[in-house]
């Protein structure tokens, strides 16, 4: 005998640390379940606060306000049972000796009918990659209540306790829960969404009971999150996926076999009052197709730079656009995210661009229907050298005349930012900053890079997929040999290897953590595999220096990456001194 949950989701995007505006939104929510007769609502992991909170947790004032929210939340809560995540406060009898200094716990509260019936403790907390948790939050216990909601034994839990073949759901499964609703703040990288849905269908038939993912959506500083909400039947099959990088509100009727009594017996069950499905079946919501590979990371990009440009409250962006792939791109992927009349592209030119650079530039900006301005720094920068040049005497000319351009170039959109409020994007890739091939304070300037994980192969994958969309890009840009053109006849392959190869020995090197000798097992030629580790290893000062960007690669440049800057440590030899760029 099979009976059925209607369980609704909010995939929607909540700001960190605006209390109020996510009270509003999850009150929306929760009309619009009760509006369709759910009978429990799952909302985002840290909901009342935004995804991750990180040292605001240790803010007495701010644990306060999202906990009088819940109270709030559960005084006018009505026949759904709804789920929300949010920060406990815990008590003396609740702390234990390693929770000291970690007062507070990443929780679940489940509310409904006025009341706020319980709540559930994460239980395993993630502490590596992007994420510090154990630095924040005390483990919950392992056995805690199950809650029966419209007569189905339910297990709740929160994000990483799903993840781990033997967490606590296996648990809620085994003691008598016949459904299994998991509430996320899972970030995005590349290949998670297939991954993440092996594991939840694994879950599902390891346990025999229907699992419910719930994941937020949105952007929050580096991080991108996906949505992509599940649901699984009993046998690991999947009765709905949302959409990626979208809000979406969804009701799902999902079937709950009966399955007799427990293996090992039922656990402690707090019934919650929550009303009963309408006698219609709920209507069964459109499946969303998964993104092929360019358009997930194409789109991560897209919802980055807009979180990022909106919750810090910038009317607009200006992009200093250099006729090359990676500011054109830049200037697509904003066009997109914000809108034309939000973008603003700048060119400047100095004596060693090339006219196509310029024309190129100009056209770009045409299609885009953005505003684009030509601003010279010629006379600039012989005013540089005219000044230097008692100092600089005899001396050959070098890296210090082409940087000099550069910082010029960031001189010029900084000016503009100042003057105007528009926030600087900064153009490099994921490649270049390995590498070192950017000038601080000049290409590196701005307040986002939104290419920062993208390496230069995969600029042009996203740049010639977005162009099957639409012409935006002209061809000319994407054809052309890539040049810094700071002077004569520069090519990017006098100083580097051919993008191909940097790139592979590069997501081996920094992604993947791989030795040189490992590398050069692999058929790599030994003298390219130690040049490029010598260059990553030497420049980790100018990265830490570097914009925040958008991750999207399982290693990024940031908060996964925590090298340090001053270190001997060099097992493929050269040196750790500044490449001087």
């Not at 940087?403 to 490099?428: C, E, H, P, Y």
């Not at 994407?478 to 002077?487: D, T």
Request: net charge negative; proline share 5%.
């Amino acid at each position: 005998m099979t009976s059925s949950l209607r369980v609704a989701g909010a995939q929607i995007d909540l700001a960190v640390g605006d209390l109020v505006g996510n009270e509003a939104r999850i009150r929306d929510a929760m009309a619009w379940a009760a509006d369709r007769e759910a009978e429990v609502l799952l909302l985002p992991e840290l909901a009342t606060t935004g995804y991750p909170p990180e040292d605001l947790v240790l803010r007495s004032a701010f644990v306060q306000e999202n906990l009088d929210l819940v109270s709030r939340l559960a005084l006018s809560s009505g026949s759904v049972a709804t789920v929300i995540g949010f920060v406990d406060r815990l008590d003396e009898a609740q702390l234990d000796d390693d929770s000291v200094g970690r007062e507070v716990a990443n929780a679940a509260a489940i509310i409904a009918g006025g009341a706020w019936h319980g709540t559930y403790r994460k239980v395993l907390l993630p502490n590596y990659g992007v994420f510090d948790e154990a630095r924040y939050f005390a483990e919950g216990p392992r056995r805690q209540p199950l809650w029966e909601i419209g007569g189905v034994c339910c297990g709740v839990s929160v994000c990483e306790d799903i993840w781990t073949a033997d967490g606590p759901p296996i648990d809620q499964a085994a003691t008598g829960a016949r459904i299994l609703l998991n509430i996320n703040g899972s970030p995005y990288h590349r290949g998670k969404g297939a991954g993440r849905a092996r594991m939840l269908a694994d879950r599902a038939r390891t346990t025999g009971v229907p699992v419910v993912y719930l994941n937020t959506v949105g952007a929050q500083d580096e991080l991108v999150f996906d949505g992509d909400s599940m649901v699984f039947d009993g046998s690991g099959e999947l009765l709905y996926r949302a959409a990626q990088f979208e809000e979406e509100l969804w009701i799902v009727d999902v079937p709950v076999p009966d399955l007799g009594s427990p293996h090992d017996g039922p656990r402690d069950t707090v019934v919650v009052t929550a009303g009963t499905s309408s006698p219609e079946p709920a209507a069964v919501p459109t499946m969303r197709d998964r993104l092929d590979d360019e358009a997930e990371v194409f789109s991560a990009l897209r919802c980055g730079l807009h979180g990022y440009v909106t919750k810090n409250g910038f009317e607009g962006v200006v992009i200093g656009l250099s006729g090359g792939i990676d500011s054109a791109l830049t200037a697509t992927i904003a066009v997109d995210a914000l809108g034309a009349d939000r973008v603003w592209g700048v060119t400047m030119p100095s004596r060693y661009s090339s006219a196509g650079s310029v024309d190129d530039s100009r056209a770009l900006a045409a299609s885009l229907g953005c505003r684009f301005d030509v601003v010279g720094i010629d006379d600039v920068f012989g005013a540089f050298l005219s000044t230097l040049e008692p100092t600089f005497g005899a001396a050959a000319p070098n890296v210090a005349e082409e940087n000099l351009q550069a910082r010029i170039r960031g001189t010029v959109l900084m000016a503009l930012s100042n003057k105007f409020d528009w926030m600087v994007v900064a153009t490099g890739n994921k490649s270049e900053m390995a590498v070192g091939y950017a000038t601080l304070y000049g290409d590196m300037a701005g307040g986002f890079a939104v290419l920062k994980d993208v390496s230069k192969t995969m600029v042009y994958r996203l740049a010639r997929w977005r162009n099957g969309q639409d012409q935006v890009i002209p061809e000319a840009v994407i054809a052309k040999e890539p040049s810094a053109e700071l002077r004569p006849d520069q090519r990017d392959s006098d100083s580097l290897p051919p993008y191909d190869l940097l790139d592979e020995i590069l997501r081996r090197y920094v992604e993947e953590d791989r030795s040189m000798q490992a590398i050069v097992a692999e058929g790599f030629p030994a003298d390219v595999v130690s040049r490029v580790a010598t260059m990553v290893d030497r420049n980790e000062y100018k990265r830490r220096q570097a914009a925040p960007g958008v991750r999207v690669t399982e290693k990024a440049f940031g908060r996964d990456r925590r090298l340090p800057i001053t270190s001997a440590f060099l097992d493929h030899g050269g040196t750790a001194a500044g490449d001087g760029l």
